[in-house]
């Protein structure tokens, strides 16, 4: 891929982002590219967790003007089939089977703070600043504005009408990030805990799980209840669970 690093060492499937001279920005053709790499994974028996990160110092810049300005000349239906392709790797994100963990080494802004903080797991080095700074260019950050809102609430508004960047310890206080590591041990940080869960959780498990929670938000709460009950089945009936209930009474160590 010509804007990617893509590898799978230990079951883990690592994305880097590698448009370092652009600041990582998010041009139509990596956002395909980026849609490509997480399905190729999700397909892949070999890999139990996806890590993404970035080459260079920013983490990922947002949207690549340089490409917005020359869409501004296209159609309404041609800008929104391009739209469309961010909207489609977000989805493809949040509803991916597999566990996503995020390790931003440099700023995430715009579209590049939104896929930091989709993922189900973000680890920042203390220096990371987040925002939204669509609003200061006469942009609205309408896609990611769904998923950051289903994540922190209302703590949401603020953050997307001012354009303001925010420090990682303020973005770990309002759940937007999971941890903060320093640069020298973030890297043995994420991938000591990819392999904690490729070695302790059950892969079908943490699929259900992340269907779960994102299906749930959308109904209301009697539809939830039947749901969550029709899961609750599904979920024992699978090898992995038929699995981990005879390990544990047979008091073997689960080993996934």
């Not at 990617?4 to 041009?27: C, H, M, Q």
């Not at 603020?158 to 925010?166: M, R």
């Amino acid at each position: 891929m010509e804007n990617l690093l893509i590898e799978v060492a230990d079951r883990v499937g690592l994305i880097t982002l590698n448009r370092p001279d652009k600041k990582n920005a998010l041009s139509t053709e990596m956002i395909v590219e980026l849609q490509q790499a997480f399905l190729q994974f999700e397909a892949d028996v070999n890999v139990k967790v996806i890590l993404l990160k970035a080459s260079g110092n920013v983490f990922c810049s947002g949207a690549d003007l340089a490409k917005m300005k020359e869409m501004q000349s296209e159609t309404w239906g041609v800008n929104l089939q391009d739209a469309k392709q961010l909207e489609q790797l977000y989805r493809i994100i949040y509803t991916l089977k597999k566990v996503v963990i995020a390790q931003v080494e440099g700023h995430a802004l715009a579209g590049g703070c939104g896929l930091a903080t989709i993922a189900d797991f973000c680890f920042s080095v203390p220096e990371a600043k987040y925002g939204y700074p669509e609003v200061k260019v006469g942009f609205v950050p309408s896609i990611v504005a769904l998923f950051l809102k289903r994540k922190i609430g209302g703590r949401a508004r603020p953050l997307l009408l001012s354009g303001d960047s925010i420090t990682a310890d303020h973005a770990l206080h309002i759940g937007m990030i999971y941890e903060i590591v320093s640069k020298e041990e973030i890297g043995h940080r994420v991938w000591t805990y990819a392999q904690h869960l490729c070695h302790t959780n059950s892969g079908q498990a943490m699929a259900l799980t992340k269907q779960l929670l994102y299906r749930i938000q959308n109904m209301n709460f009697g539809e939830a209840l039947i749901y969550t009950a029709e899961q609750n089945v599904d979920a024992r009936l699978t090898t992995d669970c038929k699995k981990g209930v005879q390990d544990f009474l047979d008091r073997k160590k689960m080993e996934w």
